[in-house]
């Protein structure tokens, strides 16, 4: 909350000592708009979407998830447009960006080819869950990762919407940290890097 695409990289630099690069593969940074943001008492905030408060036990502000998943279309949309393939993209962040990178991946885009999310959650009747429970097809794989001592967005949340995506046929791993709060480790980011590249292997030469 209240970071741009870009502290996210700088965040991401500081912690690895070097940017997140990859030889073959793409980053990109996107930022969320401002907007006013009801867990800050209605002050603006660049937040992916508002809540009602930040507790696995509300009601999800459906009206802002969908319309930032309209935006964040475009922007997949941009990059088929210059030649990538969907099942070579991937999706996910930190906190809301983990959350709303499940929104848009399980509930819009369900042929990309995974979703990250770290110290992440979905609300208790989460519609990503009930979108879930009607579909059919192959699921993108899900790598959450989440600290034990999170005071934020608890673990057990985190913990709780990964039992709640399996049970619903998604291809799901926690990894877990213990003593971790609500920020990113090296390890855990390297863990990331290493899940990124199975996901997205360099292709072969294509051969005519």
Request: glycine share 8%; with cysteine.
């Amino acid at each position: 909350t209240g970071d741009t695409g870009q502290g996210a990289r700088t965040w991401i630099k500081q912690i690895l000592n070097q940017d997140m690069a990859f030889q073959h593969i793409k980053v990109i940074y996107p930022t969320a708009p401002a907007r006013p943001y009801t867990p800050m008492k209605g002050a603006f905030s660049t937040v992916w979407f508002d809540r009602y408060k930040i507790s696995i036990d509300c009601p999800e502000h459906i009206e802002s998830i969908d319309s930032m998943c309209r935006g964040l279309t475009d922007l997949i949309n941009d990059e088929i447009k210059n030649g990538i393939a969907k099942n070579r993209i991937l999706i996910g962040g930190f906190s809301m960006g983990g959350g709303m990178a499940m929104h848009l991946a399980y509930r819009f885009h369900q042929d990309l080819a995974g979703v990250f999310a770290l110290s992440s959650f979905l609300n208790k009747d989460s519609v990503v869950y009930q979108a879930l429970k009607r579909n059919e097809s192959v699921l993108p794989e899900l790598f959450q990762c989440h600290g034990t001592a999170d005071d934020l967005v608890l673990y057990s949340w985190g913990e709780e919407t990964n039992k709640m995506l399996k049970s619903l046929g998604v291809s799901a791993s926690l990894h877990t940290f213990p003593n971790l709060n609500h920020e990113l480790s090296r390890t855990e980011i390297e863990k990331l890097k290493t899940w990124i590249v199975k996901k997205l292997p360099v292709e072969a030469a294509k051969t005519n």
